[in-house]
Nanobody, 125 residues
Framework: QVQLVESGGGLVQAGASLRLSCAASGRTFSRGFLGWFRQAPGEEREFVAT????????YYAGSVKGRFTISRDNAKNTVYLQMNSLKPEDTAVYYC??????????????????WGQGTQVTVSS
């Protein structure tokens, strides 16, 4: 099965940038997709972005669109989340997820089969 490991989180000031990485091991699927989610204390897990393994189709939550960019490097089995213009409300644990499903992507956590352990992103004001 697929194993996902996130990295790149940290403590930054508002307006700064971070790039999160998600290294995948195990098989990937041509019809599968990847996603980033986040969860702040006391909040539900929130969709951030999704991308297909083998296509350029992406979709973003309205709260991050224009600031965050999801991408993947299939040769490195890695998906990235470039986060620019970070805001305090972006503070959360960020999770990478993968699906072997047939959709081009999904905003719903239940559509994802594999999850990383998360990486903490803290944005101070």
């Amino acid at each position: 099965q697929v194993q996902l490991v996130e990295s790149g989180g940290g403590l930054v000031q508002a307006g700064a940038s971070l790039r999160l990485s998600c290294a995948a091991s195990g098989r990937t699927f041509s019809r599968g997709f990847l996603g980033w989610f986040r969860q702040a204390p006391g909040e539900e897990r929130e969709f951030v972005a999704t991308i297909r393994w083998s296509g350029g189709i992406t979709y973003y939550a309205g709260s991050v669109k224009g600031r965050f960019t999801i991408s993947r490097d299939n040769a490195k089995n890695t998906v990235y989340l470039q986060m620019n213009s970070l805001k305090p409300e972006d503070t959360a644990v960020y999770y990478c997820a993968a699906s072997a499903g047939q959709l081009g992507g999904s905003i719903h956590p239940q559509h994802y089969d594999y999850w990383g352990q998360g990486t903490q992103v803290t944005v101070s004001s």
